[in-house]
């Protein structure tokens, strides 16, 4: 089983809608959850970031997290084609990565039309 | 403020020759980190440096090795260049704060072909 789970799509969603992006995780020790975005030849850039369970929201993200269910979730609100990218959702992992290093999913690729 | 830059761009090689991939990162982070990324795979750690001075084993180590050469600085070699090391290399740094706030920076790839 992989450490970090993420559905690698593509997700198509019109313009104007909401994007749900979805990763789970198997070490319940983690504390630190993250979302990049990737746009395609290009490096990762971090868009959000949550520590404790509940919503957390930032213009038009918001991310949830779970930690019962070991599950963390990116809302993108009113999609726009601009957000047609891969997302990586990354975890601190003690028990597989250690407090200082994250573990990757492959990323879920995002595709918003007009 | 140039984050965290890498050298070079782009590199094509032969099999069996060596390289190094240069990051620098003027953030004064103490952590710095070596990824690759194939099609389908994510973000793979190579190896990461916790602060000046240590280096430790990613996830895929093999035919690699790394120097921390100062707090700024964080080379990977690839001594002996195979096929299968054909990918695109990222360099990161971050500053770690409790519970593993570790909030990682990337720099801009290394596109290596190994012929």
């Known amino acids: 089983q992989k450490e970090v789970e993420q559905n690698s799509g593509p997700l198509s969603v019109p313009e104007g809608a909401i994007a749900s992006l979805n990763c789970t995780y198997s070490d319940r020790g983690s504390q630190s959850f993250f979302w990049y975005r990737q746009y395609s030849g290009k490096s990762p850039e971090l868009i959000m970031f949550?520590?404790?369970?509940g919503d957390k929201e930032d213009g038009r993200f918001t991310a949830q997290l779970n930690k019962a269910s070991q599950y963390v979730s990116l809302l993108i609100r009113d999609s726009q084609p601009s957000d047609s990218a891969t997302y990586l959702c990354?975890?601190?992992?003690?028990?597989?990565?250690?407090?200082?290093?994250?573990?990757f999913g492959a990323g879920t690729r995002l595709a918003v039309h007009p | 403020n140039a984050g965290v830059t890498q050298t070079p761009k782009f590199q094509v090689l032969k099999t069996g020759q060596s390289m190094t991939l240069q990051c620098a990162q003027d953030?004064?982070?103490?952590?710095m980190y070596w990824y690759r990324q194939d099609p389908g795979m994510g973000l793979r750690l190579i190896y990461y440096s916790a602060s000046e001075g240590t280096t430790d084993k990613g996830e895929v180590p093999n035919g690699y090795n790394v120097s921390r050469l100062n707090k700024r600085e964080f080379s990977l070699r690839l001594e002996s260049a195979a096929p299968s090391q054909t990918s695109v290399y990222f360099c990161?740094?971050?500053?770690?704060?409790?519970?593993?706030?570790?909030?990682?920076?990337f720099g801009p790839g290394t596109r290596l072909t190994v012929l």
């Open positions: 990161a740094s971050s500053e770690v704060g409790g519970g593993g706030k570790v909030t990682q920076y």
């Open positions: 953030m004064n982070h103490n952590s």
């Open positions: 990354a975890v601190n992992s003690p028990t597989g990565g250690g407090y200082n290093k994250l573990i």
């Open positions: 949550i520590y404790s369970n």
